[in-house]
């Protein structure tokens, strides 16, 4: 199992990927808390998947650079190599993101029947950061959530939601 709270905070240049990702990580790992505390909703797993980049053609309004010469010719040009130094790296090929997914979703001998609060990075489960696993931070960003999003008590079964 992999860990970051080992590795520091991330790059300047990675900052803002971390920043945007840190919230996702903290809201999963609430949210498999308070099912796992509800009565009716405790046997739900929350997991999260990397799948990695991948050449695919989801720029498609995406400039020439992007487009053609990345999507097209660069990335599937290296992403074999890539792949052969470090499976779970960041370039990969879509059969391979797309069987992480659907082992995380199906693979219970690996990952147990019910299995809680996994993120996996492609095929390697890796923990989140100490602070996104931090329980104060974690509630403090569903309140808010909650607010901002308008929730109301009539839009979830969750028992414990506010």
Known sequence: MRGDDDV????????????????????????????NQDSSLSNISVLAVDPGAMATSITKRG??????LLMRILMPLLTPTA??????????????????????AFDTEAL???????YLDGSQISLSSAEAREPKKREMLWKDS???SKLDEKETVLEKWD
């Open 8 to 35: 520091g905070p991330p790059p300047p240049s990675a900052s803002r990927a971390y920043y945007g990702f840190l919230p996702s990580q903290a809201r999963r790992h609430e949210l498999q808390q308070r099912l």
């Open 63 to 68: 400039g020439w650079l992007m487009r053609v």
């Open 83 to 104: 792949m052969w130094l470090d499976p779970n790296g960041m370039l990969r090929s879509p059969a391979k993101s797309a069987g992480d997914v659907l082992r995380a």
């Open 112 to 118: 147990g029947e019910h299995p809680k609060e996994l």
């Open 146 to 148: 909650v607010v901002l």
